[in-house]
T-cell receptor, first 112, second 116 residues
């Protein structure tokens, strides 16, 4: 079985400050890890993924995520938040299954 | 290039009616997924198609739900005898199979279903 936990329903950050959206996972074998963003009334958009190799993954819009195998985490980060980053963020994991498991989502609110 | 498209974008129906939701995946993508997203909830997996293989229907919540994929491309999700609890946004996604499990999904804009 595979699972994903996003422990925060909501993250608030001031514009210009660094942001972190947390994700931990459980999977048998090597994980494939993904972050997606959902803007209001839109479908999900792919941000970045970890398959293998470098633990620090860089993605769209200045986001990055660090794969930590010992802590089974894949936290999403950005050095300087923008108001336009405000959206719903989903972490997903695939192990041996072709069907990914998604977290419940974290609402990111960036204040001007 | 064209992304994943879904139609209709909004559907309002009366309880007990049948509805059909359509998904056009990205050309060449062999994998297709349907999800349901209720207000304030995450994504609930419904069904998965991969090429010509038998679909994985393990996420369908009841026998009122069914889906088919014709010619390995367009997919239709059918909900029979709709109930108010079926009200949600239905999302379709497709992905390539080049990297096995490492392929990201491309999502459509969704169909918002409201059952009165």
């Amino acid at each position: 079985a595979q699972s994903v936990a996003q422990p925060e329903d909501q993250v608030n950050v001031a514009e210009g400050n660094p942001l972190t959206v947390k994700c931990t996972y459980s999977v048998s074998g090597n994980p494939y890890l993904f972050w997606y963003v959902q803007y209001p009334n839109r479908g999900l958009q792919f941000l970045l993924k970890y398959i293998t190799g470098d633990n620090l993954v860089k993605g769209s819009y200045g986001f990055e995520a660090e794969f930590n195998k010992s802590q089974t985490s894949f936290h999403l980060k950005k050095p300087s938040a923008l108001v336009s980053d405000s959206a719903l963020y989903f972490c997903a994991v695939r192990g041996g299954s072709y069907i990914p498991t998604f977290g419940r989502g974290t609402s990111l609110i960036v204040h001007p | 290039g064209a992304g994943v498209s879904q139609s209709p974008s909004n559907k309002v129906t009366e309880k007990g009616k049948d509805v059909e939701l359509r998904c056009d995946p990205i050309s060449g993508h062999t994998a297709l997924y349907w999800y349901r997203q209720s207000l304030g909830q995450g994504l609930e997996f419904l069904i998965y198609f991969q090429g010509n293989s038998a679909p994985d229907k393990s996420g369908l919540p009841s026998d009122r739900f069914s889906a088919e994929r014709t010619g390995g491309s367009v997919s239709t999700l059918t909900i029979q005898r709709t109930q108010q609890e079926d009200s949600a946004v239905y999302l379709c996604a497709s992905s390539s199979s080049r990297l096995a499990g490492g392929n990201e999904q491309f999502f459509g804009p969704g169909t918002r279903l409201t059952v009165l």
